[in-house]
């Protein structure tokens, strides 16, 4: 499985931006796809997930309100839509998948077994 992020930049706060991840060589459905962010000096936090199957969301109480991802199946992508962004929301954003395990704990980076390689957001105030 390999998982490609795209989509950041450099944005005014209030603005908006849209990540992607698109996943291929996908050999088994992973449990979740979820997006973590990194600051320099900071530990990768959990920011979103979504299950592949079911569609179930989970968010980061720092972004609830303002993030939203989804899922594409049939293109293998997913989407994290940001909005109402703030000069907080900067670093490096990474996607990664999560698979079929006897506990999932979304928001835990250890249990996610491939990463993207990132894709940095900047939020100017």
């Known amino acids: 499985v390999q998982l490609q992020a795209s989509g950041g930049g450099l944005v005014q706060a209030g603005g908006s931006l849209r990540l992607s991840c698109v996943a291929s060589g996908l050999t088994f459905a992973p449990a979740v796809v979820g997006w973590f962010r990194q600051a320099p000096g900071k530990e990768r936090e959990f920011v979103a997930a979504?299950?592949?199957?079911?569609?179930?969301?989970f968010y980061a109480d720092s972004v609830e309100g303002r993030f939203t991802i989804s899922r594409d199946n049939a293109e293998n992508v997913v989407y994290l839509q940001m909005a109402s962004l703030e000069p907080e929301d900067t670093a490096v954003y990474y996607c990664g998948a999560h698979p079929q395990t006897a506990t999932v704990v979304v928001e835990s980076a250890r249990g996610y077994s491939t990463w993207g390689q990132g894709t940095q957001v900047t939020v100017s105030s």
């Open positions: 979504v299950r592949w199957i079911g569609s179930r969301t």
